[in-house]
């Protein structure tokens, strides 16, 4: 995965590149280079991908010749995966297919275009010979594939920053501009050469500006949104990918709970929300217990440290953490979960809003927020009132999700305050919580390690541990609920 920083420019055929050996920052100007480039680009007969700016391809020719997968901008970026040329130049790789799944949902993908692009390279360079900016001016021939091909020629320029600070990249497009070039039209060659057989965007019903509906909306379409944009990076099992797919998961369902007089009809949606974060949960929470016990296993007296520990608590926890991802991936190219984003395409498209929509936000949505904190403290004076032990335990979990769900509430609707307090109560609880499957887990190994003949005292000098750090965790609630409003 690499992110692509770069600036697109439309420019006639009589364009010359300026003169930039002198561009601040820069400290020379390659030779220039040339190189014949062949893409053929993949997409299903109705152009999913192209819809929502993906760009799958095979490339020969020049120094980057393979597979290029380009997912949509964020932050002014685009996020590039590459894979080596295989062998068949018309089936895409087992792997690049499902890493687009989230927007072809299971239908096939086959040659849409091809591009031929003469390319003419000059680099501006910093110290060392450092690589700081390519820019790419592109002779291209297009050719909508089909049973009557349609060919298209033009010329444009691309800047890419491979190295240093995003304003060198704007200094360079400043001379470009003054020289002719004009920033691009299409947001890539795909685009321009499929031009107006590119599906427009499904239009999207408008609340009435300054509803409550409006704010309600907003937030459930940036957290779809987010789930299928970070579908490729879950399957590619990148650091905190699951954690941010399944927050996504918590927040949408939160939402359409607790706005359920905003926006109706959505039980069937939570219940397969609720479905999918289990599904992602197995391997976070492997993946985060298993940093904990390598914490934990780091900061004890060696004397206390068994191989057979070691081994079952660090490349054990590992392998189940591994095997959890595989049954994500399978639920992840699944009718079931192309169905749950179909779902939320069409709740995003016409949410179901219900007459109370059009009140006020400022009105309508801090009571919500308030109901929401309500059953937080309606739970903790619930769990209040047990005696110590398992019952208790549960309830004050119980606490911490009600907690979850205020938080998730009150950032729905732009409310920091209300959000803040929520989350305190959520992370002082979470310690306890930890602490508590920590233990559990560390049970379940000894068990494992007792019956294959192992020593078990590191499993129970850890487990001494994490039985205090919960205990603790209780202990500072008192004070962190006295202090709040």
């Not at 392998?319 to 979960?337: F, G, N, P, V």
């Not at 209040?384 to 019952?391: C, D, I, N, Y």
């Not at 929520?422 to 310690?431: C, D, F, N, P, S």
């Amino acid at each position: 995965m690499a992110l692509e920083i770069e600036d697109k420019f439309d420019v006639p055929e009589g364009f010359a590149l300026p003169d930039l050996g002198g561009v601040p920052g820069c400290e020379g100007v390659s030779e220039p280079l040339s190189h014949r480039l062949t893409a053929v680009y993949f997409d299903t007969p109705d152009l999913r991908l192209a819809a929502r700016g993906v760009t799958l391809r095979r490339r020969r020719g020049g120094d980057d010749e393979g597979w290029h997968l380009k997912l949509p901008k964020a932050k002014g970026a685009r996020q590039e995966i590459t894979r080596p040329l295989t062998r068949s130049a018309t089936v895409v790789p087992a792997e690049m297919a499902s890493l687009v799944l989230a927007y072809t949902r299971g239908a096939p993908l086959a040659p849409v275009a091809q591009l031929e692009t003469r390319r003419g390279i000059t680099r501006l360079l910093g110290p060392g010979g450092t690589v700081l900016v390519e820019i790419a001016d592109d002779r291209v021939k297009g050719t909508v594939l089909g049973d009557e091909p349609v060919v298209r020629r033009w010329r444009e320029v691309e800047a890419e920053l491979k190295e240093g600070e995003r304003d060198l990249l704007t200094k360079v497009a400043k001379r470009l501009r003054k020289a002719g070039a004009a920033p691009a039209d299409s947001a890539s060659k795909l685009a321009r050469v499929l031009g107006d057989r590119i599906p427009a965007p499904s239009p999207r019903t408008r609340p009435e500006p300054g509803s409550a509906g409006e704010a309600v909306v907003a937030y459930l379409r940036a957290n779809a949104d987010a789930l299928t944009a970070g579908d490729p990076h879950v399957r590619l099992a990148e650091e905190d990918a699951v954690h941010k797919a399944r927050v996504a998961c918590r927040r949408l369902r939160s939402a359409l709970k607790a706005f359920k007089r905003i926006v109706a009809g959505t039980e069937n949606l939570q219940e397969e929300l609720r479905w999918l974060g289990e599904v992602l949960g197995e391997a976070r929470d492997l993946e985060v217990i298993g940093a904990r016990f390598a914490t934990r296993l780091d900061g004890l007296d060696p004397r206390f440290v068994t191989a057979g520990a070691r081994r079952r608590l660090g490349d054990d926890l590992r392998a189940r953490e591994h095997d959890a991802y595989e049954r994500i991936r399978r639920a992840l190219s699944e009718d079931r979960y192309f169905a749950l984003l179909d779902a939320l395409d069409a709740l995003a498209a016409d949410p179901p809003l219900t007459a109370a929509a059009a009140k006020k936000a400022d009105k309508a949505l801090p009571k919500i927020v308030d109901r929401n904190w309500r059953r937080v403290i309606d739970a903790c004076e619930a769990a209040q009132g047990m005696e110590e032990g398992a019952e208790r335990e549960t309830a004050m979990h119980d606490v911490r999700k009600a907690a979850k769900r205020a938080r998730y509430t009150a950032e729905a609707v732009g409310m920091s305050g209300a959000a803040e307090r929520a989350k305190q109560v959520q992370e002082v609880l979470g310690r306890h919580r930890d602490g508590i499957v920590a233990q559990s887990v560390l049970l379940e190994e000894a068990e494992r390690a007792r019956q294959a003949g192992e020593d078990t005292l590191t499993y129970g000098a850890l487990a001494g541990i994490e039985s205090a750090e919960a205990a603790r965790a209780l202990d500072e609630f008192p004070a962190v609920w006295s202090r709040l409003p």
